[in-house]
Protein backbone atom coordinates (compact mmCIF):
# COMPACT_ATOMS: atom_id res chain seq x y z
CA UNK A 1 0.00 0.00 0.00
CA UNK A 2 1.45 3.65 -0.92
CA UNK A 3 2.17 5.16 2.69
CA UNK A 4 0.78 8.49 0.78
CA UNK A 5 -2.54 6.53 1.52
CA UNK A 6 -2.24 4.57 4.88
CA UNK A 7 -4.69 6.07 7.56
CA UNK A 8 -1.25 7.22 9.95
CA UNK A 9 -0.52 10.11 6.89
CA UNK A 10 -4.10 10.53 6.80
CA UNK A 11 -4.72 11.43 9.99
CA UNK A 12 -1.44 12.77 10.77
CA UNK A 13 -0.98 15.31 8.08
CA UNK A 14 -4.23 17.16 8.46
CA UNK A 15 -4.01 17.76 12.77
CA UNK A 16 -0.62 18.89 11.97
CA UNK A 17 -1.71 21.38 9.08
CA UNK A 18 -4.59 22.29 11.20
CA UNK A 19 -2.08 23.12 14.34
CA UNK A 20 -0.38 25.10 11.63
CA UNK A 21 -3.03 26.97 10.31
CA UNK A 22 -3.39 28.07 13.88
CA UNK A 23 -0.54 29.07 14.85
CA UNK A 24 0.56 31.20 11.77
CA UNK A 25 -3.17 32.30 11.86
CA UNK A 26 -2.67 33.45 15.61
CA UNK A 27 0.83 34.75 14.75
CA UNK A 28 -0.25 36.94 12.15
CA UNK A 29 -3.22 38.01 13.95
CA UNK A 30 -0.73 38.95 16.98
CA UNK A 31 1.71 40.68 14.41
CA UNK A 32 -1.44 42.98 12.69
CA UNK A 33 -2.66 43.80 15.99
CA UNK A 34 0.74 44.80 17.45
CA UNK A 35 1.42 46.55 13.73
CA UNK A 36 -1.73 48.58 14.11
CA UNK A 37 -1.28 49.55 17.97
CA UNK A 38 2.19 50.76 16.66
CA UNK A 39 0.75 52.84 14.08
CA UNK A 40 -1.67 54.41 15.81
CA UNK A 41 0.77 54.95 18.54
CA UNK A 42 2.74 56.97 15.77
CA UNK A 43 -0.10 58.79 14.22
CA UNK A 44 -1.15 60.25 18.24
CA UNK A 45 2.75 60.62 18.79
CA UNK A 46 3.02 62.44 16.04
CA UNK A 47 0.08 64.74 16.18
CA UNK A 48 0.99 65.61 19.71
CA UNK A 49 4.86 66.31 18.42
CA UNK A 50 3.05 68.55 15.99
CA UNK A 51 0.52 70.49 18.10
CA UNK A 52 3.50 70.96 20.61
CA UNK A 53 5.98 72.44 18.10
CA UNK A 54 4.05 74.10 15.92
CA UNK A 55 4.10 77.37 18.15
CA UNK A 56 8.85 76.82 18.37
CA UNK A 57 8.30 76.69 14.31
CA UNK A 58 6.36 79.60 13.84
CA UNK A 59 8.34 81.99 16.41
CA UNK A 60 11.46 80.83 15.22
CA UNK A 61 10.31 81.63 11.54
CA UNK A 62 9.34 84.59 12.57
CA UNK A 63 12.49 85.50 14.19
CA UNK A 64 13.97 84.12 10.80
CA UNK A 65 12.36 86.79 9.10
CA UNK A 66 13.11 89.70 12.11
CA UNK A 67 16.99 88.85 10.73
CA UNK A 68 18.27 85.92 13.07
CA UNK A 69 19.61 84.45 9.92
CA UNK A 70 18.43 81.84 7.87
CA UNK A 71 21.62 79.08 8.73
CA UNK A 72 20.39 79.67 12.43
CA UNK A 73 16.56 79.17 11.36
CA UNK A 74 18.15 75.84 9.88
CA UNK A 75 19.88 74.45 12.70
CA UNK A 76 16.89 74.83 14.92
CA UNK A 77 14.51 73.34 12.66
CA UNK A 78 17.28 70.56 12.33
CA UNK A 79 17.76 70.28 16.52
CA UNK A 80 13.90 70.13 16.42
CA UNK A 81 13.36 66.98 13.57
CA UNK A 82 15.78 65.14 15.27
CA UNK A 83 13.25 64.68 18.43
CA UNK A 84 11.28 62.45 16.28
CA UNK A 85 13.36 59.97 13.94
CA UNK A 86 9.83 59.31 12.00
CA UNK A 87 9.73 62.55 10.39
CA UNK A 88 11.05 63.42 7.36
CA UNK A 89 9.46 67.11 6.21
CA UNK A 90 8.48 70.34 7.74
CA UNK A 91 7.04 72.79 5.78
CA UNK A 92 5.63 76.29 6.61
CA UNK A 93 2.65 77.21 4.56
CA UNK A 94 -0.10 80.48 4.80
CA UNK A 95 -3.94 79.41 4.67
CA UNK A 96 -3.71 80.33 0.82
CA UNK A 97 -1.10 77.08 0.32
CA UNK A 98 1.41 79.16 -0.09
CA UNK A 99 4.89 77.38 0.81
CA UNK A 100 7.68 79.62 2.57
CA UNK A 101 9.64 77.06 3.66
CA UNK A 102 10.33 73.63 3.66
CA UNK A 103 13.13 71.55 5.29
CA UNK A 104 14.82 70.41 2.47
CA UNK A 105 16.13 73.81 2.38
CA UNK A 106 18.67 72.43 5.22
CA UNK A 107 20.15 70.47 2.45
CA UNK A 108 19.72 72.27 -0.73
CA UNK A 109 20.31 75.57 0.55
CA UNK A 110 18.10 78.38 1.06
CA UNK A 111 15.17 78.56 -2.02
CA UNK A 112 15.20 81.84 -3.60
CA UNK A 113 11.98 83.37 -3.96
CA UNK A 114 12.58 86.06 -6.13
CA UNK A 115 14.68 83.31 -9.01
CA UNK A 116 12.13 80.99 -9.05
CA UNK A 117 8.71 81.98 -8.12
CA UNK A 118 6.18 81.18 -5.28
CA UNK A 119 5.61 77.82 -4.24
CA UNK A 120 2.47 76.66 -3.42
CA UNK A 121 0.65 73.30 -2.51
CA UNK A 122 0.01 71.33 -5.21
CA UNK A 123 -3.44 70.19 -4.95
CA UNK A 124 -6.65 71.88 -3.76
CA UNK A 125 -7.58 69.33 -0.80
CA UNK A 126 -4.10 70.27 0.91
CA UNK A 127 -4.93 73.99 0.34
CA UNK A 128 -8.24 73.72 2.31
CA UNK A 129 -6.75 72.30 5.11
CA UNK A 130 -4.21 74.56 5.42
CA UNK A 131 -7.08 77.42 5.88
CA UNK A 132 -8.68 74.96 8.47
CA UNK A 133 -9.06 76.51 11.99
CA UNK A 134 -7.79 72.42 13.05
CA UNK A 135 -5.65 70.46 12.75
CA UNK A 136 -5.66 67.40 9.68
CA UNK A 137 -3.92 64.36 9.45
CA UNK A 138 -3.86 61.68 6.37
CA UNK A 139 -2.39 58.55 6.32
CA UNK A 140 -0.70 57.24 2.76
CA UNK A 141 -0.42 53.49 3.30
CA UNK A 142 0.93 53.43 -0.67
CA UNK A 143 3.26 55.90 -0.29
CA UNK A 144 3.91 55.00 3.44
CA UNK A 145 3.42 58.66 5.08
CA UNK A 146 1.72 60.45 7.50
CA UNK A 147 0.98 64.21 6.42
CA UNK A 148 -0.26 66.34 9.27
CA UNK A 149 -1.10 70.26 8.70
CA UNK A 150 -1.42 71.96 12.17
CA UNK A 151 -2.66 75.50 12.19
CA UNK A 152 -0.46 78.12 14.13
CA UNK A 153 -2.49 80.90 16.26
CA UNK A 154 -1.27 83.75 17.54
CA UNK A 155 -2.12 86.06 20.79
CA UNK A 156 -5.14 87.66 19.03
CA UNK A 157 -5.88 84.07 17.86
CA UNK A 158 -4.95 85.18 14.22
CA UNK A 159 -4.63 82.36 12.12
CA UNK A 160 -2.04 83.24 9.20
CA UNK A 161 0.35 80.14 9.03
CA UNK A 162 -0.07 76.52 9.78
CA UNK A 163 2.96 73.36 9.45
CA UNK A 164 2.91 70.82 7.11
CA UNK A 165 4.56 67.79 8.79
CA UNK A 166 5.26 64.53 6.96
CA UNK A 167 6.41 61.67 9.06
CA UNK A 168 7.34 58.55 7.26
CA UNK A 169 5.93 54.64 8.07
CA UNK A 170 9.19 52.95 6.67
CA UNK A 171 10.47 52.19 10.16
CA UNK A 172 6.71 50.41 11.20
CA UNK A 173 7.48 47.84 7.86
CA UNK A 174 10.73 46.83 9.17
CA UNK A 175 9.24 46.54 12.56
CA UNK A 176 6.90 43.95 10.63
CA UNK A 177 9.45 42.29 8.78
CA UNK A 178 11.42 41.54 12.17
CA UNK A 179 8.39 40.04 13.63
CA UNK A 180 7.51 38.29 10.14
CA UNK A 181 11.30 36.45 10.78
CA UNK A 182 10.79 35.73 14.34
CA UNK A 183 7.48 33.89 13.15
CA UNK A 184 9.53 31.42 10.57
CA UNK A 185 11.87 30.61 13.27
CA UNK A 186 9.32 29.84 15.80
CA UNK A 187 7.32 28.00 13.30
CA UNK A 188 9.82 25.61 12.18
CA UNK A 189 10.52 24.49 15.69
CA UNK A 190 7.13 24.25 16.59
CA UNK A 191 6.31 21.94 13.29
CA UNK A 192 8.86 19.57 13.88
CA UNK A 193 8.22 18.81 17.34
CA UNK A 194 4.85 18.71 16.97
CA UNK A 195 5.17 16.43 13.93
CA UNK A 196 7.30 13.68 16.10
CA UNK A 197 4.64 14.18 19.31
CA UNK A 198 1.56 13.32 17.14
CA UNK A 199 3.67 10.23 15.01
CA UNK A 200 4.73 8.62 18.08
CA UNK A 201 1.49 8.98 19.33
CA UNK A 202 -0.61 7.76 16.69
CA UNK A 203 1.38 4.73 15.84
CA UNK A 204 1.11 3.23 19.52
CA UNK A 205 -2.30 4.41 19.92
CA UNK A 206 -4.43 4.34 16.94
CA UNK A 207 -2.21 2.93 14.09
CA UNK A 208 -1.47 -0.83 15.62
CA UNK A 209 -5.10 -1.61 16.62
CA UNK A 210 -6.82 -0.43 13.34
CA UNK A 211 -4.03 -2.29 11.21
CA UNK A 212 -5.66 -5.66 13.30
CA UNK A 213 -9.23 -4.08 12.36
CA UNK A 214 -8.44 -3.54 8.57
CA UNK A 215 -7.04 -7.30 8.89
CA UNK A 216 -10.31 -9.00 10.26
CA UNK A 217 -12.00 -6.30 7.24
CA UNK A 218 -10.68 -8.33 4.47
CA UNK A 219 -11.45 -11.53 5.57
CA UNK A 220 -15.01 -10.55 5.88
CA UNK A 221 -14.78 -9.14 2.75
CA UNK A 222 -13.47 -12.81 1.41
CA UNK A 223 -16.62 -14.09 2.45
CA UNK A 224 -15.69 -15.28 6.32
CA UNK A 225 -18.61 -13.88 8.10
CA UNK A 226 -19.07 -14.62 11.51
CA UNK A 227 -14.87 -13.62 11.96
CA UNK A 228 -14.28 -12.14 15.40
CA UNK A 229 -11.01 -10.22 16.07
CA UNK A 230 -9.36 -9.42 19.37
CA UNK A 231 -8.43 -5.69 19.83
CA UNK A 232 -7.33 -5.33 24.02
CA UNK A 233 -9.02 -2.08 24.63
CA UNK A 234 -11.69 0.21 26.14
CA UNK A 235 -11.03 3.54 24.03
CA UNK A 236 -13.42 4.15 21.10
CA UNK A 237 -11.08 1.40 19.15
CA UNK A 238 -12.20 -0.93 21.30
CA UNK A 239 -15.64 -0.35 20.65
CA UNK A 240 -15.45 -0.64 17.32
CA UNK A 241 -13.70 -4.28 17.30
CA UNK A 242 -16.64 -5.04 19.63
CA UNK A 243 -19.36 -3.48 17.26
CA UNK A 244 -17.39 -4.86 14.55
CA UNK A 245 -17.84 -8.58 15.67
CA UNK A 246 -21.19 -8.00 16.40
CA UNK A 247 -21.77 -6.74 13.36
CA UNK A 248 -20.15 -9.67 11.52
CA UNK A 249 -22.27 -11.89 13.33
CA UNK A 250 -25.66 -9.84 12.41
CA UNK A 251 -24.21 -10.02 8.84
CA UNK A 252 -24.71 -13.80 8.87
CA UNK A 253 -27.71 -14.03 10.26
CA UNK A 254 -28.75 -11.43 8.14
CA UNK A 255 -27.15 -13.47 4.87
CA UNK A 256 -29.54 -16.22 5.60
CA UNK A 257 -32.48 -14.27 6.41
CA UNK A 258 -31.79 -12.68 2.82
CA UNK A 259 -31.75 -15.48 1.33
CA UNK A 260 -34.80 -16.54 2.15
CA UNK A 261 -36.60 -13.23 1.48
CA UNK A 262 -35.01 -13.21 -1.87
CA UNK A 263 -37.06 -16.36 -2.88
CA UNK A 264 -40.12 -14.86 -1.43
CA UNK A 265 -39.43 -11.31 -2.82
CA UNK A 266 -39.37 -13.20 -6.45
CA UNK A 267 -42.65 -14.88 -6.47
CA UNK A 268 -44.19 -11.49 -5.18
CA UNK A 269 -42.48 -9.66 -8.14
CA UNK A 270 -44.31 -12.27 -10.27
CA UNK A 271 -47.85 -11.59 -8.83
CA UNK A 272 -47.13 -7.80 -8.91
CA UNK A 273 -45.87 -8.26 -12.32
CA UNK A 274 -49.31 -9.89 -13.28
CA UNK A 275 -51.39 -7.33 -11.76
CA UNK A 276 -49.55 -4.61 -13.76
CA UNK A 277 -50.06 -6.27 -16.77
CA UNK A 278 -53.97 -6.54 -16.20
CA UNK A 279 -53.90 -2.02 -14.74
CA UNK A 280 -52.22 -1.67 -18.12
CA UNK A 281 -54.66 -3.33 -19.89
CA UNK A 282 -57.60 -1.50 -18.62
CA UNK A 283 -56.05 1.95 -18.95
CA UNK A 284 -55.45 1.62 -22.43
CA UNK A 285 -58.84 0.90 -23.11
CA UNK A 286 -59.90 4.25 -20.90
CA UNK A 287 -57.62 6.07 -23.14
CA UNK A 288 -59.21 4.44 -26.05
CA UNK A 289 -63.19 5.87 -24.29
CA UNK A 290 -60.96 9.24 -24.06
CA UNK A 291 -59.56 9.58 -27.46
CA UNK A 292 -63.10 9.15 -28.49
CA UNK A 293 -64.72 11.37 -26.45
CA UNK A 294 -61.91 14.11 -27.30
CA UNK A 295 -63.24 13.23 -31.12
CA UNK A 296 -66.66 14.52 -29.70
CA UNK A 297 -66.25 17.11 -27.82
CA UNK A 298 -64.37 18.69 -30.85
CA UNK A 299 -66.71 18.50 -33.02
CA UNK A 300 -69.49 19.68 -30.57
CA UNK A 301 -67.27 22.45 -30.47
CA UNK A 302 -67.02 22.97 -34.19
CA UNK A 303 -70.98 23.05 -34.67
CA UNK A 304 -70.83 24.82 -31.54
CA UNK A 305 -69.15 27.80 -33.04
CA UNK A 306 -71.09 28.02 -36.07
CA UNK A 307 -74.09 27.66 -34.57
CA UNK A 308 -73.04 31.34 -32.42
CA UNK A 309 -72.06 32.53 -35.30
CA UNK A 310 -75.36 32.25 -37.08
CA UNK A 311 -76.99 33.20 -33.94
CA UNK A 312 -75.18 36.69 -33.73
CA UNK A 313 -75.96 37.11 -37.51
CA UNK A 314 -79.70 36.59 -36.84
CA UNK A 315 -78.88 38.63 -33.67
CA UNK A 316 -77.41 41.32 -35.93
CA UNK A 317 -80.53 40.85 -38.29
CA UNK A 318 -82.88 41.83 -35.53
CA UNK A 319 -80.94 44.59 -34.26
CA UNK A 320 -81.20 46.28 -37.61
CA UNK A 321 -84.75 45.64 -38.07
CA UNK A 322 -85.43 46.99 -34.84
CA UNK A 323 -83.66 49.91 -35.76
CA UNK A 324 -85.46 50.31 -38.61
CA UNK A 325 -89.24 50.21 -36.60
CA UNK A 326 -88.13 52.54 -34.53
CA UNK A 327 -87.10 54.47 -37.21
CA UNK A 328 -90.20 53.71 -39.05
CA UNK A 329 -92.36 54.16 -35.88
CA UNK A 330 -90.45 57.72 -35.25
CA UNK A 331 -91.15 59.07 -38.47
CA UNK A 332 -95.04 57.60 -39.05
CA UNK A 333 -95.54 59.39 -35.78
CA UNK A 334 -94.08 62.15 -36.51
CA UNK A 335 -95.68 62.65 -39.99
CA UNK A 336 -99.42 63.30 -38.53
CA UNK A 337 -97.91 64.95 -35.05
CA UNK A 338 -96.20 67.49 -36.80
CA UNK A 339 -99.18 68.78 -38.50
CA UNK A 340 -101.49 68.85 -35.49
CA UNK A 341 -98.94 70.75 -33.88
CA UNK A 342 -99.27 73.65 -36.33
CA UNK A 343 -102.93 73.67 -36.55
CA UNK A 344 -104.20 72.68 -32.93
CA UNK A 345 -102.33 76.68 -31.41
CA UNK A 346 -103.91 77.81 -34.30
CA UNK A 347 -107.49 76.75 -33.79
CA UNK A 348 -106.78 77.52 -30.38
CA UNK A 349 -106.15 81.39 -30.68
CA UNK A 350 -109.26 81.78 -32.86
CA UNK A 351 -111.55 79.60 -30.37
CA UNK A 352 -113.16 82.06 -28.23
CA UNK A 353 -115.28 79.23 -26.25
CA UNK A 354 -113.39 78.83 -22.62
CA UNK A 355 -114.01 75.06 -22.32
CA UNK A 356 -113.43 74.12 -26.06
CA UNK A 357 -109.48 76.36 -25.61
CA UNK A 358 -108.82 74.27 -22.44
CA UNK A 359 -109.49 70.73 -24.19
CA UNK A 360 -107.77 72.37 -27.27
CA UNK A 361 -104.53 73.12 -24.76
CA UNK A 362 -104.61 69.65 -23.34
CA UNK A 363 -104.48 68.44 -27.02
CA UNK A 364 -101.58 70.13 -27.86
CA UNK A 365 -99.39 69.04 -24.81
CA UNK A 366 -100.27 65.18 -25.39
CA UNK A 367 -99.39 66.24 -29.19
CA UNK A 368 -95.86 67.80 -28.26
CA UNK A 369 -95.51 65.01 -25.55
CA UNK A 370 -95.80 62.23 -28.03
CA UNK A 371 -93.32 63.93 -30.55
CA UNK A 372 -91.25 64.72 -27.94
CA UNK A 373 -90.99 60.78 -27.17
CA UNK A 374 -90.96 60.37 -30.88
CA UNK A 375 -87.84 62.42 -31.31
CA UNK A 376 -85.84 61.05 -28.20
CA UNK A 377 -86.56 57.41 -29.09
CA UNK A 378 -85.34 58.24 -32.34
CA UNK A 379 -82.35 59.66 -30.97
CA UNK A 380 -81.71 56.65 -28.77
CA UNK A 381 -82.30 54.21 -31.34
CA UNK A 382 -79.16 55.97 -33.48
CA UNK A 383 -76.96 56.36 -30.64
CA UNK A 384 -77.41 52.45 -29.97
CA UNK A 385 -77.02 51.49 -33.44
CA UNK A 386 -73.50 50.62 -34.35
CA UNK A 387 -73.48 52.57 -38.12
CA UNK A 388 -73.77 56.45 -35.71
CA UNK A 389 -70.67 57.78 -36.52
CA UNK A 390 -69.38 60.68 -34.14
CA UNK A 391 -67.61 63.81 -35.47
CA UNK A 392 -64.94 64.36 -33.07
CA UNK A 393 -63.62 67.77 -33.21
CA UNK A 394 -60.87 69.50 -30.13
CA UNK A 395 -63.79 71.36 -28.35
CA UNK A 396 -63.22 74.15 -25.27
CA UNK A 397 -65.37 72.94 -23.15
CA UNK A 398 -65.48 75.79 -21.04
CA UNK A 399 -66.74 78.33 -24.04
CA UNK A 400 -69.02 75.22 -25.06
CA UNK A 401 -70.50 75.36 -21.45
CA UNK A 402 -70.69 79.08 -21.22
CA UNK A 403 -72.43 79.12 -24.87
CA UNK A 404 -75.27 76.16 -23.85
CA UNK A 405 -75.98 78.35 -20.55
CA UNK A 406 -76.58 81.37 -22.80
CA UNK A 407 -79.00 79.62 -24.46
CA UNK A 408 -80.64 78.23 -21.77
CA UNK A 409 -80.88 81.60 -20.21
CA UNK A 410 -84.43 81.41 -20.50
CA UNK A 411 -85.48 78.62 -18.29
CA UNK A 412 -83.42 79.73 -15.45
CA UNK A 413 -85.54 83.21 -15.42
CA UNK A 414 -88.98 81.36 -15.37
CA UNK A 415 -88.05 79.98 -12.06
CA UNK A 416 -85.76 82.50 -11.27
CA UNK A 417 -82.96 80.29 -10.37
CA UNK A 418 -79.35 81.23 -9.88
CA UNK A 419 -77.12 79.74 -12.41
CA UNK A 420 -73.19 79.55 -10.86
CA UNK A 421 -70.90 78.90 -13.29
CA UNK A 422 -67.15 77.99 -11.28
CA UNK A 423 -65.33 76.70 -14.72
CA UNK A 424 -62.76 79.01 -14.82
CA UNK A 425 -59.70 77.21 -16.50
CA UNK A 426 -59.62 76.96 -19.94
CA UNK A 427 -59.91 72.38 -20.44
CA UNK A 428 -59.92 71.11 -24.41
CA UNK A 429 -61.34 68.10 -25.24
CA UNK A 430 -62.46 65.64 -28.24
CA UNK A 431 -65.77 65.81 -28.44
CA UNK A 432 -68.58 65.77 -30.91
CA UNK A 433 -70.28 69.32 -30.44
CA UNK A 434 -73.65 68.54 -31.36
CA UNK A 435 -73.97 65.77 -28.88
CA UNK A 436 -72.15 67.40 -26.11
CA UNK A 437 -74.29 70.52 -26.74
CA UNK A 438 -77.43 67.77 -26.68
CA UNK A 439 -76.07 65.71 -23.43
CA UNK A 440 -75.37 69.25 -21.13
CA UNK A 441 -78.81 70.71 -22.34
CA UNK A 442 -80.59 67.42 -20.74
CA UNK A 443 -78.83 67.64 -18.05
CA UNK A 444 -79.49 71.48 -17.56
CA UNK A 445 -83.42 70.81 -18.11
CA UNK A 446 -83.48 67.83 -15.87
CA UNK A 447 -81.95 70.74 -12.66
CA UNK A 448 -84.02 73.30 -13.86
CA UNK A 449 -87.02 70.96 -14.00
CA UNK A 450 -86.52 69.42 -10.07
CA UNK A 451 -84.96 72.83 -8.51
CA UNK A 452 -86.89 74.82 -6.18
CA UNK A 453 -88.19 78.33 -6.92
CA UNK A 454 -85.12 81.07 -6.83
CA UNK A 455 -82.79 77.82 -6.50
CA UNK A 456 -78.62 77.36 -7.10
CA UNK A 457 -77.16 75.39 -9.93
CA UNK A 458 -73.59 75.02 -9.52
CA UNK A 459 -71.33 73.84 -12.49
CA UNK A 460 -67.60 73.16 -11.69
CA UNK A 461 -65.08 70.77 -13.40
CA UNK A 462 -61.70 69.45 -12.82
CA UNK A 463 -59.07 67.02 -13.95
CA UNK A 464 -58.89 63.52 -12.63
CA UNK A 465 -56.49 61.17 -14.41
CA UNK A 466 -56.19 62.44 -18.14
CA UNK A 467 -60.03 62.84 -17.97
CA UNK A 468 -62.26 65.98 -17.30
CA UNK A 469 -64.85 65.69 -14.44
CA UNK A 470 -67.79 67.79 -14.71
CA UNK A 471 -70.50 68.25 -12.38
CA UNK A 472 -74.01 69.89 -12.26
CA UNK A 473 -75.43 70.47 -8.73
CA UNK A 474 -79.02 71.62 -8.11
CA UNK A 475 -80.55 72.27 -4.32
CA UNK A 476 -84.17 70.62 -5.32
CA UNK A 477 -86.39 67.84 -4.63
CA UNK A 478 -83.27 65.29 -4.43
CA UNK A 479 -83.49 61.23 -5.15
CA UNK A 480 -83.55 58.34 -3.03
CA UNK A 481 -81.09 55.69 -3.33
CA UNK A 482 -83.58 53.33 -5.00
CA UNK A 483 -84.00 55.77 -7.46
CA UNK A 484 -80.77 56.87 -8.49
CA UNK A 485 -80.24 52.78 -9.03
CA UNK A 486 -82.56 53.15 -11.89
CA UNK A 487 -81.88 56.56 -13.18
CA UNK A 488 -80.19 55.69 -16.54
CA UNK A 489 -83.01 53.18 -17.60
CA UNK A 490 -85.13 54.09 -20.55
CA UNK A 491 -88.71 55.61 -20.11
CA UNK A 492 -87.91 55.72 -16.56
CA UNK A 493 -89.24 58.45 -14.38
CA UNK A 494 -87.94 59.50 -10.73
CA UNK A 495 -91.78 60.48 -9.54
CA UNK A 496 -94.41 58.30 -11.55
CA UNK A 497 -97.09 60.43 -9.44
CA UNK A 498 -96.37 63.11 -11.27
CA UNK A 499 -97.93 63.93 -15.06
CA UNK A 500 -94.67 65.62 -16.34
CA UNK A 501 -95.45 65.98 -20.43
CA UNK A 502 -92.29 67.73 -20.38
CA UNK A 503 -90.61 64.82 -19.56
CA UNK A 504 -90.16 61.01 -21.38
CA UNK A 505 -87.86 59.21 -19.17
CA UNK A 506 -85.28 59.01 -21.68
CA UNK A 507 -83.53 61.99 -21.28
CA UNK A 508 -80.38 60.45 -18.91
CA UNK A 509 -80.63 57.09 -21.05
CA UNK A 510 -79.46 59.81 -24.16
CA UNK A 511 -76.91 60.90 -21.74
CA UNK A 512 -75.52 57.69 -20.72
CA UNK A 513 -74.68 56.55 -24.37
CA UNK A 514 -73.31 59.60 -25.37
CA UNK A 515 -70.52 59.59 -22.04
CA UNK A 516 -70.38 56.48 -23.27
CA UNK A 517 -69.78 57.06 -27.28
CA UNK A 518 -67.29 59.56 -26.24
CA UNK A 519 -64.99 56.94 -23.63
CA UNK A 520 -66.68 58.52 -20.58
CA UNK A 521 -68.83 57.95 -17.29
CA UNK A 522 -71.69 59.48 -16.06
CA UNK A 523 -73.12 58.84 -12.38
CA UNK A 524 -75.74 60.69 -10.20
CA UNK A 525 -75.89 61.31 -6.32
CA UNK A 526 -77.69 62.43 -4.19
CA UNK A 527 -78.03 62.87 -0.27
CA UNK A 528 -81.64 62.04 -0.41
CA UNK A 529 -85.47 64.01 -0.48
CA UNK A 530 -85.20 67.39 -0.80
CA UNK A 531 -81.35 67.42 -0.59
CA UNK A 532 -80.71 67.88 -4.06
CA UNK A 533 -78.78 66.22 -7.00
CA UNK A 534 -75.60 66.00 -8.54
CA UNK A 535 -74.78 64.54 -12.12
CA UNK A 536 -71.04 64.00 -12.89
CA UNK A 537 -69.85 62.96 -16.25
CA UNK A 538 -66.13 62.83 -17.70
CA UNK A 539 -64.42 63.36 -20.56
CA UNK A 540 -61.33 62.69 -21.99
CA UNK A 541 -59.12 65.55 -21.95
CA UNK A 542 -56.86 66.61 -25.67
CA UNK A 543 -53.91 64.35 -25.62
CA UNK A 544 -52.27 66.86 -27.89
CA UNK A 545 -52.59 69.93 -25.89
CA UNK A 546 -51.10 68.32 -22.72
CA UNK A 547 -48.15 66.73 -24.71
CA UNK A 548 -47.52 70.44 -26.43
CA UNK A 549 -47.55 71.62 -21.93
CA UNK A 550 -45.20 68.67 -21.29
Same mark, same amino acid.
Given at each position: MNKFNSLKIKIILPVLLILIVVFFTSSFLIIDREYNNTKNALIDNSESYASLSVSTVIKNYMDYKAGIGFLKFSEIIYDLMKLNNDISRIQIIDVNGKIFFDSIEIEEGQYKENLYGERFLLDNESISRASAFYHSTIIDENQKYIDIIQPYFDAWDRHDYSVRYIFSLSNLDNLKQEMYSTLLIYAGIFILISFLLIFILFNRFITSPVGDLIKGVRLMGEGELGYKIKVNSNDEIGELATAFNKMSME $??? +???? %????? !? =? $???LVTKRTEQLEDKTAYLEKINKDLKKAREELNNLNKNLEKRIKER????? &? *? $?????? @?INQLSHDLKSPLTPLSILIPILKKQETDAKKKEILEVLNRNVEYMKNIAIKTLALAKLNSPKTKFNFEKLNITEEIRRIIKNK??? @????NLIVENNISKKFTVKADR %? /? *? !? !?? @?? =?? *??NSVKYSKEKGKIIIDAKEEKNKLKISVKDDGIGMTN? &? *? /??? +??? +??????? /??????TGLGLSICKKIVEKHKGDIWVESLGLNKGTTVFFTLPINNDDKSKKD
Open positions: $LKD +FQDS %LKDYS !E =N $LEKTKEIE &Q *L $LEQKDG @FIAI @FKDK %L /R *L !E !EM @FS =NI *LED &Q *L /RHI +FEE +FYKADES /RHDFDS
